[in-house]
């Protein structure tokens, strides 16, 4: 069995888009996978399933049955656990001098973006925020409060061509934890 934790956006926001725990638990269930555990209402949702590099197969499952169940469309961005490992072991800025957990962010891309989008984005200067791309993952350093910061999901699906979601570094570190003593 391997596990994953797939990333939802935007459900649970403001009222909106509603979708208790319990009911993508079961959801989930219903779709094949196993060991389904989810993590604070934001859609984090770690399972198991027998098939193996299955992130793309298993993104248009969820998304077409949320669809379904729900009838509106969520952005559905799916991590292996040693993708989470590498992700936590590799944040550029847990090197940087006098960093704070609350200063740090992960943007979780759905796919890695094209060259010339790279390119192009890497001209943004918003001081003091910062961020680094690695792969298909955006590494934030958030100088004040991220809801104050211009590097938000938006901004980088509009600039990268991709879609995106941001989880604080608490709940990065916490999705692993749990996926790891399950």
Known sequence: MTKYISILRGINVGGKRKILMADLRELYQFLGFENVITYIQSGN???ESK???ANTIFTKKIKDAIFEKYGFDVPVII???EEIKNIIEFNPYLKKESVQIENLCVTFLSEVPAEENLEKINTYDFSPDEFQIIENNVFLFIGGSYHK???TNNFFEKKLKVSAT???WKTVSK???LSTTN
């Open 51 to 53: 098939k193996k590099n």
């Open 149 to 151: 910061s211009k590097l």
């Open 166 to 168: 941001t989880r604080n």
């Open 79 to 81: 991590r292996s656990v």
């Open 175 to 177: 999705l692993l934890g």
């Open 45 to 47: 949702v770690i399972f």
